[in-house]
């Protein structure tokens, strides 16, 4: 099962034996889990210290607070209405790509870098390079199509976005057509987009909310995280879906 493929990459990898038996250097190198997991806390703790600016016109009101207080508050939002992991996970880590450092090889080199969704797709694809699972780097990735949807659903969202919200909005193609607004309804993550970015508002509205700290989520992200590598190595070992009964 996926749940014993899991524990696989849970697993200490250990350094070569040494002639005599013990352990080369006595030193024991990181499993995959463990490495993904220190790098994703890291980022926040690391980059989430200090004022980004590029989140102020990302968000229904001005911030407050640092993205690493941000990213906690909506993640104890979703925590507190007893959302999925997958959501409480996303929440933590939606802003992620303001946070990845500008010269990583995944930023564009034309100036569309800085927009939103850029932002979001970087955030995304970093999230996905460090082993999180397709559904929460596509919750990510889409995060500011669902303020698009929403605008378009609700006159009143638009309204009492700030004005620097909604300059940004018209940036990256303003609310959504009808068009664009069914063929969003129809995606399978269509629920828990819209419950990240509840998490996302409210957390930005409430700003003083207190929140459990970084350590509280590491056993649900160490957990996701075996699992999500688990299947990955799952579809390798088959073959692409759709293909194994080609390559039986």
Known sequence: TLGRLGSRFRRPLTSRSSCNGAPGGGRRAQSPVERGLQQAF???????????????????????????????????????????SEVVIAA???????????????????????????????????????????????????????????????????????????????LHGGAMTPTEADAFEACRSFNASLALRHCCDTAALQDERPAAGLEHYKA??????????????????????GTYHVKR
């Open 42 to 84: 890291a980022l926040l703790q690391q980059q989430g210290q200090s004022s980004a600016q590029s989140m102020q016109s990302a968000h229904v009101a001005p911030l407050a607070a640092t993205p690493l207080e941000h990213a906690l508050q909506a993640a104890e939002v979703a925590r507190e209405a007893e959302m999925s």
């Open 92 to 170: 933590l880590f939606h802003e992620c790509g303001h946070l990845v450092p500008k010269g990583h090889g995944d930023w564009a080199d034309d100036s569309a870098s800085t927009g939103r969704a850029d932002l979001h797709r970087l955030g995304s694809t970093w999230l996905w390079q460090h082993g999180f699972s397709r559904i929460i780097c596509s919750l990510i990735a889409s995060h500011g199509e669902t303020r698009r949807y929403l605008c378009h659903k609700d006159p009143g969202y638009y309204d009492d976005l700030s004005d620097l919200a909604k300059a940004d909005l018209s």
């Open 220 to 241: 649900m992200v160490e957990e996701h995280l075996g699992e999500a590598l688990a299947e990955r190595s799952w579809w390798e070992d088959l073959g692409e879906l």
